[in-house]
């Protein structure tokens, strides 16, 4: 498990639900029951993973646009050379 795909939902095999919002290194997670939402409960990784029936990643449904790459990863254009060159060329 890694912070960088958190948050998780799960689902226990008691019907309980919890979002799963933080990891240590110390194997514990932090997580948030729904019927409790603030309170944020800490529980060994190991023993809840034998309680996990089911499991949601939240993920974008597109990427965010980020501006240190977005030039870099805009759509090919074919002429892109030319284009440099003459706007070089002209007085």
């Given amino acids: ?5 958190l948050p998780l939902v799960v689902q226990l095999k ?3 639900i ?3 919002e933080s990891f240590d290194l110390h194997n514990s ?10 309170l944020l409960s800490h529980c060994p990784l190991d023993s809840l993973l034998d309680e996990i029936e089911f499991t949601v990643a939240f993920r974008p ?10 030039s870099y990863l805009t759509r090919f254009q074919p002429d ?12």
């Fill in 18 to 20: 919890g979002i799963i």
């Fill in 29 to 38: 997670v932090g997580i948030r029951f729904v019927k409790e939402l603030t």
């Fill in 61 to 70: 449904a597109s990427p965010e646009k980020d501006i240190r790459t977005e």
């Fill in 1 to 5: 498990m890694s912070a960088w795909r």
């Fill in 80 to 91: 892109w050379l030319r284009k440099i060159v003459l706007k070089d060329l002209r007085p």
């Fill in 14 to 16: 008691d019907g309980q």
